[in-house]
T-cell receptor, first 111, second 115 residues
Framework: GENVEQHPSTLSVQEGDSAVIKCTYSDSASNYFPWYKQELGKGPQLIIDIRSNVGEKKDQRIAVTLNKTAKHFSLHITETQPEDSAVYFCAARLNGNQFYFGTGTSLTVIP | KAGVTQTPRYLIKTRGQQVTLSCSPISGHRSVSWYQQTPGQGLQFLFEYFSETQRNKGNFPGRFSGRQFSNSRSEMNVSTLELGDSALYLC??????????????FGPGTRLTVL
């Protein structure tokens, strides 16, 4: 099956700085890569996703990049705000099969 | 549209008991997946149901089972509870078909504590 690795496990940034979280996957046939944000006491919330036929996708302060050759994808958050503090998970999926999740990154934005 | 709902939100059980958790997917969604989330193991896939049939299954013992009803609501059952079953159980729903790009949306979870 697929194996997704996520780094770093914890990340602290100053408010206004950028944050980058990276994930690698093992199955080159995986073709859908969502990112989730999980706040304390809540379920994961889908914040952005990318398909294998696209190299980059942006949504306001959030962007995701995908490098199919290297089998890695990254989440970029610019102009971070305290409300961005949460745990972020990446995932990979192959053609309607199950999702495989990374182990999560705890992001703290310091005011 | 209403989101994914899970009941109950919190449960306390003792070892050896069994428990049933319920999930109502987003209206129109036919796929329901279940995950176990623990601090040490992250999000672990349990199983996925689509149109009342189990479509994918994770690597969990047979004590963990599930089912899906004709209205797409799903239940998962854990029998003979162990201390290690204490976790947040998350349900996620996604759209119809086996489309590769179906987004998956999570419910708030059921926090199960086994004493």
């Amino acid at each position: 099956g697929e194996n997704v690795e996520q780094h770093p496990s914890t990340l602290s940034v100053q408010e206004g700085d950028s944050a980058v979280i990276k994930c690698t996957y093992s199955d080159s046939a995986s073709n859908y890569f969502p990112w989730y944000k999980q706040e304390l006491g809540k379920g994961p919330q889908l914040i952005i996703d990318i398909r294998s036929n696209v190299g980059e996708k942006k949504d306001q302060r959030i962007a995701v990049t995908l490098n199919k050759t290297a089998k890695h994808f990254s989440l970029h958050i610019t102009e971070t705000q305290p409300e961005d503090s949460a745990v972020y998970f990446c995932a990979a999926r192959l053609n309607g099969n199950q999702f495989y999740f990374g182990t999560g990154t705890s992001l703290t934005v310091i005011p | 549209k209403a989101g994914v709902t899970q009941t109950p939100r919190y449960l306390i059980k003792t070892r050896g008991q069994q428990v049933t958790l319920s999930c109502s997917p987003i209206s129109g969604h036919r796929s329901v997946s279940w995950y176990q989330q623990t601090p040490g193991q992250g999000l672990q896939f349990l199983f996925e149901y689509f149109s009342e049939t189990q479509r994918n299954k994770g690597n969990f013992p047979g004590r963990f089972s599930g089912r899906q009803f004709s209205n797409s609501r799903s239940e998962m059952n854990v029998s003979t509870l162990e201390l290690g079953d204490s976790a947040l159980y998350l349900c996620a729903s996604s759209g119809s078909g086996r489309g590769a790009y179906n987004e998956q949306f999570f419910g708030p979870g059921t926090r199960l504590t086994v004493l």
